[in-house]
């Protein structure tokens, strides 16, 4: 899917957060959201879902304006620390599966994406009893249930340990070997282990840099 | 007691009706319950209650004026009352996003302000104690109709969009990646529940109609796996208490909601005890293997 930001704007109230950011995306890109805390990378993510509304500037979806936008089930998104989801009531890894499952979507599927994420043996355990990385994969084979065209991870590995942030980014360029555009945000994650075709520096004054890969300056990016 | 009590349960037809009613809200109430403990709702199925009163309340005061509505059957106000109240909470709802709770303190105030005033100015006060605690062994054919359709709406909405319910229960965010729109979906999901209330209101009574909601969920989580069994468990508990209940309310001659939610608690202490007993013994066998 191709994405265009035309001069985006956003304010919580009178505090604002994004200033004129513009940037595009070809399908099958990476890109990797860098900034400090309050920086605005959550609030762009959100706009980019559009549950912050896009008042001012413009974002497009292969060229359909956000605001008319219906498809988003061509959207995978975890989110930050997961923290929006409901813990403590049992259910297992499967029936949470099924449920956000679309109808063509068959149980094969699901098994080969669960193998692929190396969870397949915790499909009939209850959520609760999971290990922090165990869980982020049940949620990123969540995002990936219905076959997105984008992924959309806010700080994936903000509860997980160091090998199983290694590991996770090797599932995450193997997902975007096969396509996926992939978002990425992150603020103390090395870049080193991502396969990223772009990078997208905020600053705490709202200035931003988008470069892709080659013309970065790694280091630079790496101080944020 | 107990011969005597299964003698008139089929002896009188008051009797099967209360165990018929019993048998239906037992599965419904842990049915919607379990949603509304996902959806962390316990307090607006209490505050529902509350404003289904001034329905039943207002019924009561009309047919003391000569007025007479809805076959002066108080239900039906009380359910019309209780899917405003829904309402009312939805809308106050979005204009306190951070507070959330102030709505229901909202109507909740205005439910028992109202209903006291309505109350007090009808004649047929002695029904007050039956709607705050609830009579199951009185209650009647419009009831059990009401009853009826109301699981049967209940069951198709679930049979239909069970999964869509559970979806958005869980992580409203990611239900809209399913293409669910969450507004619409809490507006149906707010009127069911105002519904399921305003029929359990006579047989659970205001105070307790929250509480055969959610005791039973409460204590199947102690003892679930899976959503599935969790909520089978419920079931199992709340069919328990509303038949143990019912047994109490007719046999002991006291509330039928009072008496099955006495039995709930039971139950729930019950599980919660014996399960903190066998983590306790499970943690010391590991103790001892280890060392």
């Known amino acids: ?224 | 007691m107990i011969l005597s009590f299964f003698s008139d349960l089929f002896a009188y037809e008051f009797m099967l009706r209360a165990l018929a009613a019993g048998i239906v809200l037992g599965i419904l109430a842990p049915l919607i319950g379990s949603i509304v403990v996902v959806r962390r709702l316990s307090f607006i199925a209490d505050t529902l209650g509350h404003f289904s009163l001034v329905g039943v309340s207002a019924s009561l005061l009309l047919s003391t004026l000569g007025v007479s509505v809805f076959f002066e059957e108080p239900l039906f106000l009380g359910l019309i009352f209780s899917v405003v109240g829904g309402l009312l909470i939805e809308l106050f709802r979005r204009s306190y996003k951070s507070y959330k709770e102030i709505s229901m303190v909202i109507v909740i105030s205005l439910g028992t302000a109202l209903s006291a005033v309505f109350f007090s100015k009808a004649k047929a006060t002695g029904s007050i104690y039956t709607y705050l605690f609830g009579s199951i062994l009185t209650v009647n054919n419009y009831y059990m109709y009401a009853i009826l359709i109301t699981f049967a709406l209940v069951a198709l909405l679930f049979l239909f969009f069970g999964k869509q319910i559970i979806a958005v229960s869980f992580d409203e965010t990611s239900a809209k990646f399913l293409g669910i729109n969450v507004n619409v979906f809490q507006l149906i999901f707010m009127v069911t529940l105002s519904v399921v209330v305003s029929v359990m209101l006579e047989s659970a009574g205001v105070l307790l109609v929250s509480s055969m909601m959610i005791i039973p969920v409460a204590a199947g989580m102690k003892l679930g796996w899976s959503f599935r069994s969790t909520l089978i468990i419920a079931i199992f508990f709340s069919e328990l208490s509303v038949f143990l209940g019912l047994w109490m309310a007719y046999s002991l001659k006291i509330p039928s909601g009072a008496a099955i939610v006495s039995v709930n608690i039971v139950i729930l202490l019950l599980v919660a005890s014996i399960k903190r007993i066998v983590q306790k013994r499970q943690i010391a066998k590991m103790d001892k293997e280890t060392s």
Not at chain 1, 27 to 48: A, E, F, H, M
Not at chain 1, 105 to 134: A, F, M, V
Not at chain 1, 170 to 196: E, F, K, P
Not at chain 1, 203 to 213: G, I, K
């Open chain 1, 1 to 224: 899917m191709q994405i265009d930001i035309h001069n985006l704007s956003f304010a919580y109230g009178h505090r604002s957060v994004l200033n004129n950011l513009s940037l595009s995306l070809a399908p099958g890109d990476y890109l990797v959201v860098k900034g400090k805390n309050g920086s605005g990378k959550s609030t762009l993510v959100k706009c980019i879902l559009g549950i912050n509304p896009v008042k001012t500037g413009m974002i497009f979806f292969d060229h359909e304006d956000i605001n008319n936008f219906s498809k988003w089930p061509l959207f995978g998104y975890v989110s930050q620390k997961f923290e929006e989801f409901n813990y403590e009531y049992p259910v297992t890894v499967n029936e949470l599966l099924s449920v956000y499952s679309l109808k063509n979507t068959n149980q094969s599927y699901r098994l080969k994406l669960l193998d692929q994420l190396g969870i397949l043996d915790i499909i009939n355990e209850n959520i609760n009893n999971l290990s922090g990385g165990q869980l982020q994969r049940v949620f990123i084979a969540r995002a990936m249930l219905n076959n997105p065209e984008v992924l959309i991870l806010d700080e994936p590995t903000a509860s997980i340990d160091k090998l199983n942030t290694e590991y996770f980014y090797r599932t995450v360029n193997q997902l975007n070997g096969q396509g996926i555009t992939v978002i990425l945000i992150t603020h103390t994650d090395s870049l080193a282990h991502m396969n990223y075709s772009h990078v997208l520096s905020l600053n705490l004054d709202m200035t931003y840099q988008f470069q892709v890969r080659d013309k970065c300056d790694l280091e630079e990016v790496e101080k944020i």
